[in-house]
């Protein structure tokens, strides 16, 4: 394959989708890198139980990587880590509740690489980034410290340059729609009510001369997007010189 698989997940999830999400993938290609991002709660003490849970379950699996957060940390926070730690320049992003039903889903993405950045299915619950793509277009933003909009600041940030993330389609995958999530306050359905507030104030406002793209309203930006991890591409470019 030429891509790595990132999930995110957290104890809430551990038994009712994350194994079975787990099973699924290796059953149909044991050798493919999977990158793990194990979320705590938030304002609760990791649980050490779950923690040896989840190591004894990926222990099963070969090319599992878990990267444990004691504190909760935001979606991008995650997802940037997962793809600093990931080997491959292709990244599946795929939400703990996802549903497969197509035993060759992986293949069939695999066909649909093209080092560029695209939704699956019309959904960021499953996903294929580049990640030298993104760190050009810039990495997701780390100041939403929850969960929530980090699909819509990045759409914008490929609209600012009169480009869309591309949408393509495979059979037999789709988002459950959990509503699990940890213990922060919430704002719309399951996402926090601190990254809705901080990036339609702070980062974008509305204006009619705007870009709607993914917001109900056109807004325009008023924030710089971060320069996280400028050395990342340094070492990309002189890992094999090493």
């Keep these: 394959m030429n891509y790595s698989i990132a999930i995110m997940t957290f104890?809430?999830?551990?038994d009712s989708c994350f194994k079975n999400l787990i099973f699924k993938i290796k059953s149909m290609d044991s050798s493919i890198e999977i990158i793990v991002g194990v979320n705590g709660n938030y304002k609760e003490e990791f649980d050490q139980n779950f923690r040896k849970?989840?190591?004894?379950?990926?222990?099963e699996y070969d090319n599992v990587f878990p990267i444990f957060f004691p504190k909760f940390r935001g979606c991008s926070k995650i997802w940037n880590t997962m793809f600093i730690h990931s080997s491959n320049d292709n990244i599946l992003f795929l939400s703990?509740?996802?549903?497969?039903?197509?035993?060759?889903?992986?293949?069939?993405?695999?066909?649909?690489?093209?080092?560029?950045?695209?939704?699956?299915?019309?959904?960021?619950?499953?996903?294929?980034?580049?990640?030298?793509?993104?760190?050009?277009?810039?990495?997701?933003?780390?100041?939403?410290?929850?969960?929530g909009e980090e699909d819509g600041d990045m759409m914008y940030r490929f609209a600012e340059r009169g480009q869309n993330i591309q949408d393509k389609y495979v059979n037999g995958l789709w988002?459950?729609?959990?509503?699990?999530?940890?213990?922060?306050?919430?704002g719309v359905g399951k996402y926090s009510?601190?990254?809705?507030?901080?990036?339609?104030?702070?980062?974008?406002?509305?204006?009619?001369?705007?870009?709607?793209?993914?917001f109900a309203e056109p807004h325009k930006r008023i924030a710089d997007n971060v320069n996280l991890y400028p050395v990342e591409s340094f070492y990309?470019?002189?890992?094999?010189?090493l």
């Design 11 to 14: 104890n809430g999830r551990f």
């Design 96 to 147: 703990d509740d996802v549903c497969i039903t197509n035993d060759n889903l992986l293949r069939d993405v695999n066909t649909l690489i093209d080092n560029t950045t695209f939704k699956l299915n019309n959904s960021f619950s499953h996903f294929v980034c580049n990640r030298k793509q993104i760190a050009d277009y810039g990495w997701f933003d780390e100041r939403l410290i929850g969960f």
């Design 175 to 186: 988002d459950v729609g959990m509503t699990t999530a940890s213990n922060y306050e919430k």
């Design 193 to 214: 009510k601190f990254n809705r507030d901080w990036i339609f104030t702070n980062k974008y406002v509305p204006d009619p001369n705007g870009i709607k793209c993914m």
């Design 53 to 59: 849970n989840m190591l004894l379950f990926l222990s």
């Design 236 to 241: 990309w470019e002189n890992y094999n010189n």
